[in-house]
């Protein structure tokens, strides 16, 4: 017999995360806090401890500097001050011995940004494009806000939302009283809605986890504690034969589970196609997106009267970015990786990222996952090596069902690097618990950052140094679970400040939640698809065979309101070059649409954007080669 949960989050709960939130610290407060956080620091790491130095700002945010021995070694004292009490977060001035902390270099996107004249106006920029990103311009399209998203990559999702493994997570996994619970269970209620109106794949596929030693219950039900004290809904705690019931080919392999515990609420997308599906969205309902744009700087005035970084003491007037000048009342930092960098720019030194590299490997659909729901074995051994902060880890697998594994978890000092290694391919191969699963059938090996701040939570709300900024950022796992809540909670932080200013938002009229699914050739019965064959007889001309795409499905998504213009983008709308080749086969003739498509000339066509074009020069009037190069 199971128990059965159904719980609705507490308005009156435990909330940390806002108690530490509201605290207002004076100067002795902030000495006293700096003394201890040093204390904390001579304790844990005496052998640097001598040359660290800390200062503490009116939140209770602490500035470290100072040399570590080893980037880990930072990470791990950033750390250990942001559990001292008291403190809300630190922002890391620190280096490490071991290497240089790369930090990105704007003067180039700010030299052509102030040659440039005014770009636009409007009420709102949200800076990243990202699922975070997508899902807040999606929130505020709903309003009579001008809104500009403004994104420096070359399309959207470029960032940890293309590399991720695409989780709605359930709430066993994330520590209760955090900002990061409240989202994820909120937001995972959500997507039901969000799938059908939007038309993108979503399987609420459940998560089972079982043990099959009894030693391991313990593990078993502090999952669950975590999950019912969360509010998420019915955690169920079952014996071994209903895991059975559940999943009848744990049996086959020759699991036999005692106990179990359900979690009906977990569920799988492709992250990226659900930020195309909230961008196209937003944009049909006014959003204005401008790609390749990045924000190089954040333009404020100061408030008269009160110091520079204390409450209040500036506003924003508007961003800078590589094109021109965006004046507006609010930003939105959505930027992800980058989204300190963002925030110190408007004068909010609030927290700092610490990139978390994670690996994740693709199966060949030809290895089908072993299980219909999200299955895992829980015992300790299993654990090791894991990273205290980071969530998932195992056997998982995307709604088209191919098998994903890992992903590992590594501090890394770049934000932009996303190299693989032997090292932790070999880590989450050790993950994989399907028999039948080898590292020859993996078909694409890929690493992602998890924009992780040293709170550990997600870092959003209206900026208490800068009025008009709005923090989205540090969002790490689950931040695509999380992501409809989030962009709620921002899209009201805005229309009470602006009631608050007597400027109150309207709505849009002419909003409209719904995007049609796009077409899928292989979903549709014989019949349906000799119809649209023969008024559309692209539909017929197969281009990435692997996936089975037609010419017809590329079309499509090369004349959606926010159009592609590199491989890799219509890889991420269409499936076009997802499958075992990799693109192999069909890279060229994807190329060739894209280029016919857009009126450019094929040597223009990119992989992923500017500087990875895919070939040198038209060798067709014999003066030159044609070679790839990405
Ligand atoms: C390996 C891995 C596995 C994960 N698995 C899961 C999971 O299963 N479930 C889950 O919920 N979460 C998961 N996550 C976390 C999830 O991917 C992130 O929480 C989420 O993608 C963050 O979205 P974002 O929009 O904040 O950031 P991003 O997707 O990184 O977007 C930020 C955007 O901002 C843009 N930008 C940066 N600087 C500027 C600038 N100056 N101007 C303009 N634009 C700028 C970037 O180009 C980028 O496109 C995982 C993460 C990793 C790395």
Redesign the pocket.
Known sequence: MGYGFVLLQDEQGERPWQRIRAQRLDAAQREELAARVLACVAERFPDVAAGISASCDFRGVVTLSGQCASYQQLCDLAHAVAKVAGVRNVVSDMTAADVDIPRRDYSTWIAAGEKACLLAECDVVV????????AICRELSRTDLRVIA????ED??????????????HAGGVTPGTLKAEMSVLGNRMWDQLADELGFSFDRCGDLLYVEDPEDIDELADEFKTAVRNGDWRPRLIDGKQCLEIEHTLAEYGHKPVMGLWMPSQGRVN?YEVVVALAENAAANGVRVMLD????RVETERIAGVEDGEEGSRRITGVL?SRGLIRCRYVVN??????D??SAMAGDRLFTIHP?????AIIDKAKPPMYRHLTGHMNPEKKQGRDPNS??GGM?FTPDRNILI??SATEVPDKQETRTTDEELGFIMAINENPEVSERDIIRLF?????ADFSEDFQIGMSEVTRGLVQ??A?????????PAIACMVAGIIREDAAREERPVGENPAFNPRRDRPVRLRELSHEERDALIAERPEYGRIVCRCEGITEGEILDVLRAPIVPRSIDAIKRRCRAGMGRCQGGFCQPRVLEIIARELGCDPTEVCLHGPGSEVLRCDSRGGSGEVSGRA
Do not use: D, F
């Open positions: 800076v990243g494009l990202g699922i975070v990103g997508a403004v994104e420096a990559a959207v999702a470029c960032g940890a939302s293309k590399a991720n493994n695409g989780g709605v997570h992250t744009t990045p924000v190089c970015t959505a930027a992800g990786a980058y989204s960098e963002i978390r590299r994670g690996t994740i969530k998932g998982e890992g992903p690493a992602g950052s998890r924009p989205a950022g969002i790490q796992s689950p931040g695509v679970g999380s992501s």
